[in-house]
């Protein structure tokens, strides 16, 4: 039994290396990385880790969803979060139209005009996974 959970953790290990993204691509997409290392004590493999991690976030998808059907309350809720995690990253592209985003749905009862942020929003994220790809 231990040596299959083992395998299984090597295996799970292998897979995510292969799609973590690099110091010097994250410093191109324009994160700061340097405050995103500070809050993972430089630790560079954790904080890469970290940021790899986030990409398979569930509220990227529920922040999506909510968008399209218009539920202020729920998008609020998962932009809310995916912006305290992408901020305490430095990934500052991503972060400016979530706060944004956040801010507009904060008290919002009803649809709320993004005026574009949720392009600006999709724009980051489709460049972020892209990194990811190409390591």
Do not use: W
Request: glycine share 6%; with cysteine; aromatic share 6%.
């Amino acid at each position: 039994m231990k040596r299959i959970y083992i395998q299984n953790a090597a295996k799970r290990r292998h897979s995510r290396e292969e799609k973590t993204v690099t110091i010097q691509a994250l410093e191109a997409y324009g994160a700061d990385v340097k405050s995103g290392l500070s809050r993972c004590m430089g630790m560079e493999d954790f904080y890469l880790r970290l940021v790899t991690m986030e990409l398979a976030d569930v509220n990227f998808d529920k922040l999506d969803r909510a968008l399209a059907g218009q539920d202020a309350k729920a998008a609020f809720e998962a932009a809310h979060a995916l912006k305290g995690a992408v901020g305490n990253l430095g990934l500052t592209p991503l972060f400016e139209p979530l706060s944004e985003i956040t801010e507009k749905l904060r008290s919002a009862h009803e649809p709320v005009a993004l005026n574009g942020l949720e392009e600006q929003y999709r724009e980051a994220l489709a460049k972020l996974r892209a990194l990811a790809k190409e390591q």
